[in-house]
């Protein structure tokens, strides 16, 4: 089996296959921080932290009507 059918059994495009295949050993590497980033980029934001960005706007806000 050739790698445009193996990658059409795995359902991937080719261009997909040949993207993670130039990256060798390394593409379970890539794909893993890859889905780790995404999951950290829908994270919500933690309330303390909401809370502290918005006192720290609060307060530039102050200081250049000053």
Do not use: C, W
């Amino acid at each position: 089996m050739n790698t445009l059918d193996k990658n059409r059994a795995a359902g991937t495009s080719g261009r997909q296959g040949r993207a993670e295949d130039n990256l060798g050993p390394n593409s379970e590497i890539g794909r893993k921080l890859k889905q780790y980033y995404d999951d950290l980029v829908h994270d919500e934001v933690p309330d303390r932290f909401a809370q502290l960005l918005s006192q720290l706007e609060h307060a530039e806000t102050s200081q250049d009507k000053d």
